[in-house]
């Protein structure tokens, strides 16, 4: 298996809603990120984990919340989102983390995310 | 401070033409640069990492220190080329984060 996978493809919620986007490896790689994607711009980092633990938080709002739970497995919690959090919000996962080498990021297809 | 810039947004060649996406970036360090793509309904993908001084699918890449700039090169333009293409540095020691330019779409048309 090589591919980053995301789900759910699409969600629409609610300001209120507590939602969570999943992301799945089963490369081995020990380095896994959260970008953000507005339309026609490009990926913006949001979360970096290495080895499973939680290296780089780009100052993202508390609202969005990363976890972790295994090498393979990356999540990230929803709750009380702003319509302007709508975006692409993209997995991608590393053999090493990228402090390591210049390791190539595969990116999963991405979670098409609207707040109303 | 990490940047990246992509002068065009937009860049339209015929097939066969010579095609060349610029890129210039800023980090006062050694750094790693990379160039990304993402064909019309596909994942962002790595297309060549200026280390590995590789060509794919015709493209090159070459890292000019002097000018700081890693511009995207084909000899001859193809129309499954077309594609969105980001230009990404990775900054050297123990950096974690990849910053992306802005990108450049670009079409090939037949």
């Known amino acids: 298996d090589t591919e980053v996978t995301q789900t759910p493809k699409h969600l629409v919620m609610g300001m209120t809603n507590k939602k969570s986007l999943k992301c799945e490896q089963h490369m081995g790689h020990r380095a896994m990120y959260w970008y953000k994607q507005k339309a026609k711009k490009p990926p913006e980092l949001m979360f970096v984990y290495s080895y499973e633990k939680l290296s780089i938080n780009e100052s993202v709002p508390s609202r969005f919340s990363p976890e972790c739970p295994n090498s393979s497995l990356l999540n990230l919690h929803l709750h009380a989102l702003q319509p302007e959090d709508s975006a692409l919000y993209l997995c991608?996962?590393?053999?090493?983390?990228?402090?390591?080498?210049?390791?190539?990021?595969?990116f999963g297809p991405g979670t098409r995310l609207t707040v109303t | 401070a990490q940047r990246v810039t992509q002068p065009e947004k937009l860049l339209s060649v015929f097939k066969g033409a010579p095609v060349e996406l610029k890129c210039n970036y800023s980090?006062?360090?050694?750094?790693?640069l990379f160039w990304y793509v993402q064909y019309s309904r596909q994942r962002l993908q790595l297309l060549l990492r200026?280390?590995s001084r590789e060509s794919i699918k015709g493209f090159t890449a070459d890292l000019n220190k002097g000018e700081t700039s890693f511009h995207l090169k084909k000899p001859f333009a193809q129309e499954e080329d077309s594609a969105m293409y980001y230009c990404?540095?990775?900054?050297?020691?123990?950096?974690?984060?990849?910053?992306f330019g802005k990108g450049t779409k670009l079409t090939v048309n037949p």
């Open positions: 990404a540095l990775k900054g050297t020691g123990g950096s974690e984060k990849l910053v």
């Open positions: 991608a996962s590393s053999r090493r983390p990228t402090r390591q080498g210049s390791y190539e990021q595969y």
């Open positions: 200026h280390i």
């Open positions: 980090y006062s360090g050694s750094p790693e």
